[in-house]
Protein backbone atom coordinates (compact mmCIF):
# COMPACT_ATOMS: atom_id res chain seq x y z
CA UNK A 1 0.00 0.00 0.00
CA UNK A 2 1.20 3.84 -1.16
CA UNK A 3 2.58 5.65 1.74
CA UNK A 4 -0.45 8.23 2.62
CA UNK A 5 1.15 10.72 0.78
CA UNK A 6 2.46 8.72 -2.22
CA UNK A 7 0.15 8.33 -5.10
CA UNK A 8 0.97 5.53 -7.51
CA UNK A 9 1.27 6.87 -11.09
CA UNK A 10 -2.52 5.38 -11.80
CA UNK A 11 -3.86 7.21 -8.94
CA UNK A 12 -1.84 10.40 -10.12
CA UNK A 13 -2.97 10.47 -13.82
CA UNK A 14 -6.28 9.72 -12.31
CA UNK A 15 -6.43 12.72 -10.14
CA UNK A 16 -4.82 15.01 -13.06
CA UNK A 17 -7.22 13.84 -15.23
CA UNK A 18 -10.65 15.07 -12.80
CA UNK A 19 -8.78 17.83 -11.92
CA UNK A 20 -8.40 19.15 -15.39
CA UNK A 21 -11.99 18.31 -16.42
CA UNK A 22 -13.10 19.84 -13.01
CA UNK A 23 -11.30 23.39 -14.46
CA UNK A 24 -12.10 23.19 -17.85
CA UNK A 25 -15.92 21.62 -17.74
CA UNK A 26 -17.34 22.52 -14.38
CA UNK A 27 -15.74 25.70 -13.65
CA UNK A 28 -17.59 27.73 -16.03
CA UNK A 29 -21.33 26.32 -14.88
CA UNK A 30 -20.97 26.70 -11.03
CA UNK A 31 -22.20 30.30 -10.94
CA UNK A 32 -24.64 29.75 -13.26
CA UNK A 33 -25.96 26.65 -11.87
CA UNK A 34 -25.96 28.17 -8.25
CA UNK A 35 -27.90 30.78 -9.07
CA UNK A 36 -30.63 28.71 -10.93
CA UNK A 37 -30.29 25.89 -8.27
CA UNK A 38 -30.23 23.53 -11.11
CA UNK A 39 -27.58 20.71 -12.17
CA UNK A 40 -26.54 21.22 -15.82
CA UNK A 41 -27.60 18.03 -17.48
CA UNK A 42 -25.07 18.18 -19.79
CA UNK A 43 -22.37 18.03 -17.59
CA UNK A 44 -23.94 15.14 -15.72
CA UNK A 45 -23.44 13.26 -18.96
CA UNK A 46 -19.37 14.32 -19.12
CA UNK A 47 -19.42 12.94 -15.51
CA UNK A 48 -20.70 9.23 -16.87
CA UNK A 49 -18.62 9.91 -20.02
CA UNK A 50 -15.73 10.89 -17.48
CA UNK A 51 -15.95 7.30 -15.90
CA UNK A 52 -16.26 8.92 -12.32
CA UNK A 53 -20.22 7.89 -11.58
CA UNK A 54 -19.15 4.20 -11.76
CA UNK A 55 -15.57 4.41 -9.95
CA UNK A 56 -15.92 1.22 -8.00
CA UNK A 57 -18.43 -0.81 -10.48
CA UNK A 58 -16.42 -3.76 -11.50
CA UNK A 59 -15.34 -4.01 -14.99
CA UNK A 60 -17.63 -7.26 -15.33
CA UNK A 61 -20.66 -4.77 -14.63
CA UNK A 62 -19.18 -2.02 -17.18
CA UNK A 63 -17.40 -0.35 -14.43
CA UNK A 64 -13.81 1.34 -13.80
CA UNK A 65 -13.04 -1.25 -11.30
CA UNK A 66 -11.22 1.19 -9.17
CA UNK A 67 -11.19 1.96 -5.37
CA UNK A 68 -12.51 3.77 -2.31
CA UNK A 69 -9.30 5.77 -2.56
CA UNK A 70 -9.56 6.83 -6.12
CA UNK A 71 -13.48 7.77 -5.42
CA UNK A 72 -12.09 10.10 -2.66
CA UNK A 73 -9.22 11.66 -5.08
CA UNK A 74 -12.36 12.08 -7.82
CA UNK A 75 -14.74 13.65 -5.16
CA UNK A 76 -12.05 15.94 -3.99
CA UNK A 77 -10.56 17.42 -6.89
CA UNK A 78 -14.21 18.35 -8.23
CA UNK A 79 -15.25 19.82 -5.07
CA UNK A 80 -12.14 22.16 -5.14
CA UNK A 81 -14.05 23.64 -7.87
CA UNK A 82 -17.90 23.00 -6.89
CA UNK A 83 -19.12 21.09 -4.08
CA UNK A 84 -22.25 21.41 -5.16
CA UNK A 85 -20.68 18.85 -8.18
CA UNK A 86 -19.14 16.81 -5.40
CA UNK A 87 -21.56 15.58 -3.87
CA UNK A 88 -23.67 14.18 -6.59
CA UNK A 89 -20.42 12.37 -6.96
CA UNK A 90 -19.86 11.08 -3.80
CA UNK A 91 -23.40 9.74 -2.84
CA UNK A 92 -23.42 8.20 -6.46
CA UNK A 93 -20.43 6.21 -5.28
CA UNK A 94 -20.01 5.83 -2.06
CA UNK A 95 -23.57 5.18 -0.95
CA UNK A 96 -25.99 4.00 -3.58
CA UNK A 97 -22.99 1.89 -5.66
CA UNK A 98 -21.45 0.79 -2.54
CA UNK A 99 -24.60 -0.63 -0.88
CA UNK A 100 -25.71 -2.38 -3.78
CA UNK A 101 -22.19 -3.94 -4.60
CA UNK A 102 -22.12 -5.53 -1.13
CA UNK A 103 -26.03 -6.23 -0.61
CA UNK A 104 -27.47 -6.82 -3.50
CA UNK A 105 -28.25 -10.55 -5.55
CA UNK A 106 -26.50 -10.83 -8.90
CA UNK A 107 -29.92 -10.40 -10.44
CA UNK A 108 -29.73 -6.90 -8.94
CA UNK A 109 -26.12 -6.11 -9.74
CA UNK A 110 -26.77 -7.28 -13.41
CA UNK A 111 -29.35 -5.03 -13.87
CA UNK A 112 -28.61 -1.84 -11.94
CA UNK A 113 -24.84 -1.23 -11.63
CA UNK A 114 -23.98 -1.06 -15.25
CA UNK A 115 -27.13 1.62 -15.51
CA UNK A 116 -25.02 3.01 -12.42
CA UNK A 117 -21.77 3.29 -13.95
CA UNK A 118 -23.18 4.20 -17.68
CA UNK A 119 -26.14 6.78 -17.53
CA UNK A 120 -28.37 5.88 -14.33
CA UNK A 121 -27.83 8.43 -11.14
CA UNK A 122 -28.68 6.84 -7.29
CA UNK A 123 -30.29 8.54 -4.78
CA UNK A 124 -29.76 7.34 -1.10
CA UNK A 125 -33.23 8.01 1.25
CA UNK A 126 -32.85 7.53 4.78
CA UNK A 127 -34.12 10.59 6.14
CA UNK A 128 -37.30 12.11 7.42
CA UNK A 129 -38.82 14.81 9.43
CA UNK A 130 -38.26 12.78 12.92
CA UNK A 131 -35.04 11.07 11.54
CA UNK A 132 -31.93 13.16 11.34
CA UNK A 133 -28.98 12.35 14.16
CA UNK A 134 -31.65 9.57 15.22
CA UNK A 135 -31.14 7.57 11.89
CA UNK A 136 -33.79 5.11 12.73
CA UNK A 137 -36.64 6.56 13.96
CA UNK A 138 -38.15 6.29 10.61
CA UNK A 139 -41.96 6.92 10.12
CA UNK A 140 -42.52 5.85 6.54
CA UNK A 141 -43.61 2.27 6.35
CA UNK A 142 -43.54 -0.67 4.49
CA UNK A 143 -46.36 -3.43 4.13
CA UNK A 144 -46.25 -6.93 3.34
CA UNK A 145 -48.84 -8.06 0.85
CA UNK A 146 -49.87 -11.84 0.20
CA UNK A 147 -48.40 -11.83 -3.33
CA UNK A 148 -45.15 -11.02 -1.44
CA UNK A 149 -44.39 -7.43 -2.83
CA UNK A 150 -44.61 -4.34 -0.63
CA UNK A 151 -46.80 -1.19 -0.41
CA UNK A 152 -44.28 1.86 0.88
CA UNK A 153 -46.49 5.15 2.50
CA UNK A 154 -44.92 8.07 3.78
CA UNK A 155 -42.22 10.37 2.94
CA UNK A 156 -38.32 11.29 3.05
CA UNK A 157 -37.04 14.82 3.23
CA UNK A 158 -33.39 16.00 2.12
CA UNK A 159 -32.12 13.65 -0.46
CA UNK A 160 -29.45 14.34 -2.23
CA UNK A 161 -29.51 13.86 -5.88
CA UNK A 162 -33.15 13.34 -5.92
CA UNK A 163 -34.50 15.60 -9.16
CA UNK A 164 -31.39 13.97 -10.95
CA UNK A 165 -31.63 10.11 -9.56
CA UNK A 166 -33.34 7.28 -11.65
CA UNK A 167 -32.74 4.84 -8.38
CA UNK A 168 -34.04 5.33 -5.33
CA UNK A 169 -32.49 3.16 -1.93
CA UNK A 170 -35.33 3.99 0.66
CA UNK A 171 -35.46 2.93 4.10
CA UNK A 172 -38.53 1.94 5.81
CA UNK A 173 -40.36 0.05 8.77
CA UNK A 174 -41.41 -3.09 7.87
CA UNK A 175 -42.09 -4.21 11.74
CA UNK A 176 -42.06 -0.93 13.95
CA UNK A 177 -42.32 -3.83 17.36
CA UNK A 178 -38.72 -4.80 16.19
CA UNK A 179 -37.43 -1.33 16.58
CA UNK A 180 -34.18 -0.80 13.77
CA UNK A 181 -34.40 -4.83 13.23
CA UNK A 182 -37.79 -4.06 11.29
CA UNK A 183 -35.96 -1.41 9.16
CA UNK A 184 -36.17 -2.53 5.49
CA UNK A 185 -34.49 -1.11 2.12
CA UNK A 186 -35.84 -1.00 -1.11
CA UNK A 187 -34.89 -0.16 -4.67
CA UNK A 188 -37.70 1.89 -5.89
CA UNK A 189 -37.53 3.14 -9.58
CA UNK A 190 -38.35 6.80 -10.88
CA UNK A 191 -41.65 6.17 -12.22
CA UNK A 192 -43.19 3.75 -10.25
CA UNK A 193 -46.78 4.24 -9.35
CA UNK A 194 -47.07 5.77 -5.88
CA UNK A 195 -43.91 7.32 -5.51
CA UNK A 196 -43.29 10.97 -6.71
CA UNK A 197 -41.03 14.17 -5.38
CA UNK A 198 -42.36 16.99 -3.44
CA UNK A 199 -40.40 20.23 -3.00
CA UNK A 200 -37.48 21.00 -3.68
CA UNK A 201 -35.48 22.96 -1.23
CA UNK A 202 -34.51 26.22 -1.55
CA UNK A 203 -30.86 25.64 0.06
CA UNK A 204 -27.72 28.22 1.84
CA UNK A 205 -24.95 26.30 -0.06
CA UNK A 206 -24.48 23.08 -2.66
CA UNK A 207 -27.36 24.72 -4.38
CA UNK A 208 -26.98 23.28 -7.56
CA UNK A 209 -27.04 19.72 -5.77
CA UNK A 210 -30.81 18.75 -5.48
CA UNK A 211 -32.45 18.44 -2.24
CA UNK A 212 -35.89 16.98 -2.33
CA UNK A 213 -38.72 15.13 -0.33
CA UNK A 214 -40.12 11.88 -1.53
CA UNK A 215 -43.46 11.52 -1.58
CA UNK A 216 -45.03 7.70 -1.08
CA UNK A 217 -48.94 6.76 -1.33
CA UNK A 218 -49.52 2.77 -1.94
CA UNK A 219 -46.36 2.91 -3.48
CA UNK A 220 -46.12 -0.74 -4.61
CA UNK A 221 -43.03 -2.29 -4.75
CA UNK A 222 -42.03 -6.08 -5.91
CA UNK A 223 -40.21 -8.54 -3.58
CA UNK A 224 -37.46 -8.62 -5.98
CA UNK A 225 -36.44 -5.45 -5.40
CA UNK A 226 -35.75 -5.86 -1.39
CA UNK A 227 -32.08 -4.61 -0.68
CA UNK A 228 -30.15 -7.20 0.91
CA UNK A 229 -32.57 -8.89 3.49
CA UNK A 230 -36.11 -7.81 5.06
CA UNK A 231 -35.32 -6.39 8.72
CA UNK A 232 -31.79 -5.56 7.56
CA UNK A 233 -31.93 -2.33 6.36
CA UNK A 234 -29.97 -0.92 9.77
CA UNK A 235 -27.29 -3.10 8.26
CA UNK A 236 -27.24 -1.39 5.04
CA UNK A 237 -27.37 2.11 6.69
CA UNK A 238 -24.59 1.78 9.35
CA UNK A 239 -22.38 0.62 6.83
CA UNK A 240 -22.71 2.55 3.67
CA UNK A 241 -22.64 5.70 6.12
CA UNK A 242 -19.64 5.10 7.84
CA UNK A 243 -18.13 4.79 4.02
CA UNK A 244 -20.37 7.77 2.94
CA UNK A 245 -18.23 9.77 5.66
CA UNK A 246 -14.96 9.22 4.01
CA UNK A 247 -16.58 10.38 0.80
CA UNK A 248 -17.87 13.69 2.39
CA UNK A 249 -14.54 14.40 4.30
CA UNK A 250 -12.90 14.43 0.67
CA UNK A 251 -16.07 17.23 -0.29
CA UNK A 252 -14.63 19.52 2.30
CA UNK A 253 -10.81 19.17 2.05
CA UNK A 254 -11.41 19.76 -1.63
CA UNK A 255 -13.63 22.55 -0.69
CA UNK A 256 -11.07 23.53 1.65
CA UNK A 257 -8.36 23.20 -0.98
CA UNK A 258 -10.61 25.71 -3.36
CA UNK A 259 -10.91 28.13 -1.49
CA UNK A 260 -7.32 28.61 -0.13
CA UNK A 261 -6.15 28.38 -3.81
CA UNK A 262 -8.57 31.56 -4.52
CA UNK A 263 -7.00 33.03 -1.35
CA UNK A 264 -3.30 32.69 -2.08
CA UNK A 265 -3.77 33.87 -5.82
CA UNK A 266 -5.75 37.24 -4.81
CA UNK A 267 -3.29 37.46 -2.46
CA UNK A 268 -0.36 37.53 -5.05
CA UNK A 269 -2.63 39.58 -7.38
CA UNK A 270 -4.14 42.16 -4.54
CA UNK A 271 -1.82 45.22 -3.69
CA UNK A 272 -2.21 47.81 -0.48
CA UNK A 273 0.57 50.18 0.18
CA UNK A 274 2.33 49.40 -2.97
CA UNK A 275 2.89 45.80 -2.54
CA UNK A 276 1.14 42.90 -2.92
CA UNK A 277 -0.98 41.09 0.23
CA UNK A 278 1.28 38.24 0.16
CA UNK A 279 4.35 40.07 1.06
CA UNK A 280 2.88 41.15 4.36
CA UNK A 281 4.38 38.22 7.15
CA UNK A 282 0.50 38.30 8.73
CA UNK A 283 -1.06 37.35 5.16
CA UNK A 284 1.84 35.02 4.86
CA UNK A 285 1.13 33.55 8.16
CA UNK A 286 -2.36 33.22 7.97
CA UNK A 287 -2.06 31.14 4.41
CA UNK A 288 0.05 29.21 5.62
CA UNK A 289 -1.92 27.98 8.43
CA UNK A 290 -4.37 27.59 6.25
CA UNK A 291 -2.36 25.41 4.30
CA UNK A 292 -1.29 23.45 7.04
CA UNK A 293 -4.95 22.18 8.12
CA UNK A 294 -5.83 21.34 4.77
CA UNK A 295 -3.38 19.48 4.30
CA UNK A 296 -3.64 17.57 7.71
CA UNK A 297 -7.36 16.92 6.79
CA UNK A 298 -6.26 15.67 3.41
CA UNK A 299 -4.21 13.30 5.22
CA UNK A 300 -6.82 12.11 7.53
CA UNK A 301 -9.27 11.35 4.99
CA UNK A 302 -6.75 9.51 2.62
CA UNK A 303 -5.80 7.17 5.52
CA UNK A 304 -9.34 6.51 6.05
CA UNK A 305 -9.89 5.38 2.46
CA UNK A 306 -6.44 3.24 2.77
CA UNK A 307 -7.70 1.84 5.47
CA UNK A 308 -11.47 1.03 4.14
CA UNK A 309 -9.92 -0.69 0.83
CA UNK A 310 -7.46 -2.63 2.80
CA UNK A 311 -10.46 -4.44 5.10
CA UNK A 312 -8.97 -2.61 7.97
CA UNK A 313 -10.99 -1.10 11.01
CA UNK A 314 -11.84 2.18 10.02
CA UNK A 315 -15.14 3.52 11.18
CA UNK A 316 -12.72 5.86 13.97
CA UNK A 317 -11.02 7.08 11.42
CA UNK A 318 -13.92 7.63 8.76
CA UNK A 319 -15.41 10.01 11.71
CA UNK A 320 -12.05 11.80 12.57
CA UNK A 321 -11.55 12.99 9.12
CA UNK A 322 -15.33 13.67 8.63
CA UNK A 323 -15.53 15.38 11.76
CA UNK A 324 -11.93 16.91 10.94
CA UNK A 325 -12.39 18.17 7.75
CA UNK A 326 -15.68 19.76 8.06
CA UNK A 327 -14.12 22.19 10.38
CA UNK A 328 -11.27 22.81 8.26
CA UNK A 329 -13.35 23.36 5.27
CA UNK A 330 -15.55 25.97 7.49
CA UNK A 331 -12.43 27.72 8.93
CA UNK A 332 -10.84 27.81 5.49
CA UNK A 333 -13.05 29.02 3.67
CA UNK A 334 -14.28 31.81 6.09
CA UNK A 335 -10.58 32.89 6.27
CA UNK A 336 -11.01 33.58 2.77
CA UNK A 337 -13.53 35.59 2.52
CA UNK A 338 -11.22 37.72 4.44
CA UNK A 339 -8.53 37.30 2.48
CA UNK A 340 -10.49 38.86 -0.26
CA UNK A 341 -12.40 41.89 2.13
CA UNK A 342 -15.22 43.46 0.72
CA UNK A 343 -14.70 41.56 -2.63
CA UNK A 344 -15.12 38.30 -0.57
CA UNK A 345 -18.75 39.08 0.73
CA UNK A 346 -19.96 39.74 -3.20
CA UNK A 347 -21.22 37.28 -5.64
CA UNK A 348 -18.60 38.02 -7.62
CA UNK A 349 -15.75 36.32 -6.53
CA UNK A 350 -15.85 32.42 -5.95
CA UNK A 351 -15.00 32.60 -2.11
CA UNK A 352 -18.35 33.40 -1.26
CA UNK A 353 -20.15 30.75 -2.55
CA UNK A 354 -17.56 28.26 -0.66
CA UNK A 355 -18.14 29.95 2.48
CA UNK A 356 -21.73 29.21 1.96
CA UNK A 357 -21.09 25.53 0.90
CA UNK A 358 -18.92 24.90 3.63
CA UNK A 359 -21.63 24.88 6.16
CA UNK A 360 -23.72 21.69 5.25
CA UNK A 361 -20.13 19.40 6.14
CA UNK A 362 -21.08 19.63 10.04
CA UNK A 363 -24.42 18.61 9.20
CA UNK A 364 -24.96 15.72 6.50
CA UNK A 365 -23.83 12.20 6.84
CA UNK A 366 -23.48 12.49 10.51
CA UNK A 367 -23.50 15.89 12.74
CA UNK A 368 -20.32 16.80 14.41
CA UNK A 369 -22.15 16.10 17.66
CA UNK A 370 -22.33 12.23 16.40
CA UNK A 371 -18.71 11.79 14.94
CA UNK A 372 -17.77 13.42 18.35
CA UNK A 373 -19.97 10.35 19.71
CA UNK A 374 -18.69 8.14 17.74
CA UNK A 375 -15.11 9.04 18.32
CA UNK A 376 -15.36 9.21 22.35
CA UNK A 377 -16.87 5.10 22.14
CA UNK A 378 -14.12 3.93 20.66
CA UNK A 379 -11.41 5.76 21.95
CA UNK A 380 -12.55 6.44 25.53
CA UNK A 381 -12.46 3.20 27.95
CA UNK A 382 -16.21 2.62 29.12
CA UNK A 383 -17.48 5.72 27.37
Known sequence: MPALTQLSADET???????????????????????????????????????????????????????????VLAVEEISAVDPAVGVLVDVQNTLVISAIMRWATEVQKKRYLPLLAQSLTGAYALSEAASGSDAFALQCKASLQP?????????????TNAAEAGLFLVFATLDATLGYKGITCFLVEK????????????????????????MFSNCHVPANNVLGEPGKGYKIAIETLN???????????????????????????????????SEFQAMQFQLARMAMEVEAARLMVYNAARLKDSGADYLKEAAMAKLFASEVAERTASLAVEVFGGAGFVKDYPVEKLYRDAKIGK?????????????????????
Open 13 to 71: LFRDTVRDFARIEISPLVRSMDDKQHFDPTLLRKLFNLGVMGIQVPEAYGGAAGTLFEA
Open 147 to 159: DGSYILSGSKLWI
Open 191 to 214: GTPGFSLGRKEDKLGIRASSTCEL
Open 243 to 277: EGRIGIGAQLVGLAAGAWLHAARYARERKQFGKPL
Open 363 to 383: IYEGTSFMQLATIAKLTIPNA
